[in-house]
């Protein structure tokens, strides 16, 4: 068990619509990631937080959007969704400072599913 | 141009046959190169870091070598517990100054008992 909590593990819903996945990072890790995951792609980087603020960005669809709380949950935003937005969304989270060499620990990932 | 690339895409062994999986990188300024374990419908789980040329980190049957340009996991008389997918990524500076972990698209490892 990584310690990172993704829910929901499924999500079935039509395109056009709008969901949001929720991610709860390790005890005292302050940086979330969130990655897509599809078959053809691999691993793609989406966005990074830091203690409730925007770091990185990644290859983020303008319909998408996130945001880490103050208890350091982060939520991902994913709107008019379409067909290729069908994968699985991994959240991840490392330790303290943006920059520390930690690895990334990760949930077990909410698998998303556009009909 | 892919900065991390992992070869072979798939390889099947017979138990107890060794062999080893390869992650090469284009990357400059290395933070870090690191080894994960997928099975199916889960997430990634952390193996190893390497930091530098020569480094070399081992867990049960797993051996992670680094050079400057690319990283061996040495899989010794593997077990079907050892088939999974094995992911490698490189942490570098990005332009805007972050370090964001870029992946491979992963070794698909079968060892048949």
């Known amino acids: 068990d990584s310690g990172v909590t993704q829910t929901p593990k499924h999500l079935i819903t039509a395109t056009g619509q709008r969901v949001t996945l929720r991610c709860s990072p390790r005890?005292?890790?302050?940086?979330v990631y969130w990655y897509q995951q599809s078959l053809d792609q691999g691993l793609q980087f989406l966005i990074q937080y830091y203690n409730g603020e925007e770091r990185a960005k990644g290859n983020i669809l303008e319909r998408f959007s996130a945001q880490q709380f103050p208890d350091l949950h982060s939520e991902l935003n994913l709107s008019s969704l379409e067909l290729g937005d069908s994968a699985l969304y991994f959240c991840a989270s490392s330790g303290r400072g943006q920059g520390a060499n930690s690895p990334l620990h990760f949930g077990n990932g909410t698998r998303l599913t556009v009909t | 141009e892919d900065q991390v690339t992992q070869s072979p895409e798939a390889l099947r062994l017979q138990e107890g046959e060794s062999s080893s999986l390869n992650c090469s990188y284009t990357?400059?300024?290395?933070?870090?190169l690191f080894w994960y374990r997928q099975d199916p419908g889960k997430g990634p789980e952390f193996l190893f870091t390497l930091y530098s040329a020569g480094e070399e980190k081992e867990k049960e049957r797993l051996k992670a070598t680094l050079t400057k340009k690319e990283s061996f996991l040495h899989i010794t008389a593997p077990k079907p517990e050892d088939s999974a997918t094995y992911l490698c990524?490189?942490?570098?500076?990005?332009?805007?100054?972050?370090?964001?972990?870029?992946f491979g698209r992963g070794t698909s490892l079968i060892v048949h008992p």
């Open positions: 990357v400059s300024g290395l933070r870090g």
């Open positions: 005890s005292g890790d302050l940086s």
């Open positions: 990524a490189v942490r570098h500076i990005e332009p805007g100054g972050s370090y964001i972990p870029t």
